[in-house]
């Protein structure tokens, strides 16, 4: 062997968890049975699924992504994706509610608040007590996050905010808003970050979607009207508001493809188990070849998919850039996420379309994977142009 194939060789991990990471993946998969078992109640009703937010909160689940000198357990982005692909395996409600509180809200302020700032305000977040919203999008910028209006003007220690921001995860159950307002007039640098407490005066929740999938999670409108936001609640510097929410989207973009892998394998269960009941006369399994082969490419793919995304954290969890690698993650996973259930739907027949298995929930539930934290079409122009940079 070559010098250059055997350090190669030593640099490659074997694409294993650790024995610690193996240990917390247990005690999520017993954090799911005892505290996930009403998903279906959840979205039919729809209703937010507190009591497991809550039993997270207690199991630290809300705090994988804060240091631990404020109150977090520092695990990480590759643990919060082990975390994220088990909990929406099961409740994907649940599991975006986790997703943005640990990977849109907390990371965001670990990397940007001063140190004033995170003691004011993890205390609160770590333990559950209050969950936090991320408030990018309007009713004219979703994909085009630049094109934002709602506006923070400065009026002596105070900035007023006014506008309203659209289909905001979480949003009638926060307390917390990370908000992107508009700060000057250039595109891009009038743009900034501050946290709006949800009790102030003139922060109010506003209409309430109804949406196709992910029915219990909170989705609402959060409207300012002349809120008055202390100006010390301003994160990083006036004007950086625009790489905040970027940089921030390419680690929330690893949470959205963890729960597209916990859909994804979910629907390979569901066919897994209902090919495993045919049999022939003599208790041969005889599925017919076409779903088998559905299912094979189907597992192939989320294995591929998960390293895919493990890649990606673990980059993340060294400080490097991974803009293009989590979007490669996310677009993939969405995606897949998307055939598999579509596929649980078709092989089980009547208890894929009927709501007698879980099957037409992950179908719904996977719709929205390719939609929110970019759409898979923008994580596309994402990678292209990390490619030809
Ligand atoms: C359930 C749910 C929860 C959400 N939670 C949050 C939240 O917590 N916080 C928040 O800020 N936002 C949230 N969103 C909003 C979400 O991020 C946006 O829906 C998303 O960014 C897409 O924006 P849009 O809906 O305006 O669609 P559009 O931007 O209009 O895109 C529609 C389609 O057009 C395509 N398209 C648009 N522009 C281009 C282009 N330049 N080139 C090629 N194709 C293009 C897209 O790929 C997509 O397929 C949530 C959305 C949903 C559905």
Redesign the pocket.
């Known amino acids: 062997m070559s010098d250059t194939t055997t350090s190669a060789a030593a640099q490659v991990s074997d694409f294993r968890l650790t024995p610690e990471l193996v240990e917390f993946q247990q005690m999520i998969r017993d954090y799911c049975r005892d505290h996930l078992g009403a998903a279906d109640v959840v979205d039919r009703e729809p209703r937010f699924p507190r009591e497991a937010v809550r039993a997270a909160a207690e199991k630290g689940l809300l705090c994988t992504t804060v240091a631990k000198e404020y109150g977090g357990t520092d695990l990480g982005n590759l643990a919060s994706c082990v975390m994220l692909e088990e909990i929406n395996s099961v409740c994907a409600s649940t599991g975006v509610t986790i997703s943005?509180h640990n990977s849109?809200v907390n990371s965001l302020l670990g990397k940007w608040c001063t140190d004033e700032q995170k003691r004011r305000w993890f205390p609160k977040l770590v333990t559950g007590e209050w969950l936090g919203?991320?408030?990018?999008?309007e009713a004219f910028s979703?994909?085009?996050a630049a094109a934002l209006r709602c506006e923070a003007k400065r009026d002596g220690d105070h900035y007023v905010l006014n506008g309203a921001?659209?289909?905001?995860?979480?949003g009638s159950e926060a307390e917390l808003f990370v908000v992107f307002v508009r700060t000057g007039e250039d595109r891009v640098k009038g743009i900034s970050a501050i946290v709006a407490e949800a009790s102030l005066p003139g922060v109010s929740v506003g209409k309430k979607e109804r949406?196709l999938g992910?029915k219990g999670?909170s989705?609402t409108e959060i409207v300012f009207e002349d809120a008055r936001v202390p100006a010390d609640c301003l994160l990083g510097a006036e004007g950086e508001g625009f790489k905040i929410a970027l940089d921030t989207l390419d680690g929330g973009r690893l949470g959205i493809a963890s729960q597209a892998l916990g859909i994804a394998r979910a629907s390979v269960d569901l066919i897994r188990g209902h090919l495993g009941q045919q049999k022939d006369h003599k208790g041969r399994p005889n599925a017919s070849q076409p779903d088998q082969w559905q299912m094979a490419d189907l597992a192939a793919d989320l294995d591929a998919y998960r390293l895919l995304t493990w890649r990606a954290a673990v980059m993340r969890d060294r400080g490097e850039r991974c803009g293009t690698e989590s979007a490669m993650a996310k677009s993939c996973t969405a995606r897949l996420a998307n055939r598999a259930a579509r596929a649980a739907v078709s092989i089980l027949g009547q208890g894929g379309a009927s709501g007698a298995t879980a099957a037409e929930r992950l179908l719904r539930d996977a719709r929205?994977t390719e939609?929110?934290?970019?759409?898979?079409?923008?994580q596309r122009?994402v990678i292209a142009r990390g490619l030809l940079a």
């Open positions: 943005v849109l919203a991320y408030c990018l999008s979703g994909s085009d921001k659209l289909w905001i995860t979480t949406k992910l999670s989705t929205i939609i929110y934290e970019g759409a898979t079409d923008i122009l």
